[in-house]
């Protein structure tokens, strides 16, 4: 598997010599499937929160709604309940605090172990949640899997920058996502399975199969290497050099090796990385990381996600056209997460993000529309046809997100933080998506309710802003060595270099093409000053 060597060429001018090595794809295939349990545990709970059977048991009072019908209540109000949300959300906010525990032992203990304790939540909280005989039951189980999320998405995207090679960096990285997808397919392909069982214990098979994805990654975590970035941080030279040398294929990695030492010896003058982060010169990396967070929950794709059988179900598909569409919605996801990582690497971050933004904007407004005119509080006049539309329309916003956003959200920010401020930047990158993923799976069956067919509208808007930000704002990063970011993005990008220590507002604004390639390299992105 090992392919021909390659090399990167940093600011300094010193090359980077790598081999795609076995190890290399072995070790991010075994860590990504810490993915494979975030995007099951996404699936299965949209799932089962469809069912009668596991609504008849934990939510009498939601079963009761779904089975009194429309003329009871409104077609949009059906699932509008705090308790049903709670059970989505929970595991998200559990995932929230457990980052902050989760940024100590990967700076402390590596990268590696991180990822293993990650497996041992996962595998209790999916025991729990199996053999649930009460709400609180049920609950405790979740909050236990949003332990194992945050530990997971804390470690892996980290875990997957820093052992790959430059050049395929963003490809590897994007495993974590597919890895996503893929369980956000095999849940809907298990809901749908098990759906069909009868004797009332179908969502226990549901639930209890996202023991699979847990023993994957716990035993992933014990096979994998640990990155010798890591190991450097932590004063084990000598085998961060092995390590680097092992992985890289070859025993020319001195100027690599240079750089590693060079980023730890920084990343030790820091005392406290969190307040470290608030510095001028780490905002840059911070406001991106933030931001790229919050918008990726804002474009939609997690209510669509956790509810996707029940929003199915909403518009009038019966259940078993929902769970099926649902099985739809998912391939498309993993399929066009494929497109981005052959993409990713070639045609750059910014490029995926425009075009998505467009893409995704479209099938919105125009799946509102379908809504408003067709789907009323106690009608569904949604015709076979116009309900096939809508499936597409909705699997065209899902494969625009997946080749985008989804994939993206992860890798930018796992990138451009420098080691000093790694795991920290990445610990906030984690606790910010899970907040506001937690805020969205939490309100967005009350949202459904209150905004009816208004919910598309309110997401599209939300595309439209962050669009514009990747405009503007955010820096292009493809093969750029992870230790060179500093120096090669945002000293050169037209607004964020005026936030680095060695340069000045009035060394910022120059003239130069579209793409950000000025002529005396001060740029990384679409300056207005120039161009408006």
Known sequence: MAGGGFATAPANGVEFEAKITPIVIISCIMAATG????????????????????????????????????????????YDNQGLQLFTSSLYLAGLTATFFASYTTRTLGRRPTMLIAGVFFIIGVILNAAAHNLAMLIAGRILLGCGVGFANQAVPLFLSEIAPTKIRGGLNILFQLNVTIGILFANLVN????????????????GLAGVPALLLTVGALLVTETPNSLVERGRLDEGKAVLRKIRGTDNVEPEFADLLEASRLAKEVKHPFR?????????????AVALQIFQQCTGINAIMFYAPVLFSTLGFGNDAALYSAVVTGAVNVLSTLVSIYSVDKVGRRVLLLEAGVQMFFSQVVIAIILGIKVTDHSQNLSKGFAILVVVLICTYVAAFAWSWGPLGWLIPSETF????????????????????????????????????????FFSSWVLVMSVFVMFLLPETKNIPIEEMTERVWKKHWFWARFMDDHHDDQVFVSGDVNGKKSNGKSNGFDPSTRL
């Open 192 to 207: 749908y399975g098990t759906a069909k069982i009868k004797g009332g214990w179908g969502w226990r098979l549901s639930l």
């Open 276 to 288: 470290n982060l608030l510095q001028r010169r780490n905002r840059p990396q911070l406001v991106i």
């Open 35 to 78: 993915g494979l349990m975030f995007g099951y545990d996404v699936g299965v709970s949209g799932g089962v929160t469809s069912m009668p059977d596991f609504l008849k048991k934990f939510f009498p009072v939601v079963y009761r709604k779904v089975e009194a019908g429309a003329d009871k209540d409104s077609n949009y109000c059906k």
């Open 418 to 457: 420098p080691l000093e401020t790694r795991s920290a930047g990445q610990s906030v990158t984690v606790c910010v998506n899970l907040l506001f993923t937690f805020i969205i799976a939490q309100a967005f069956l009350s949202m459904l309710c209150h905004f009816k067919f208004g919910i598309f509208l």
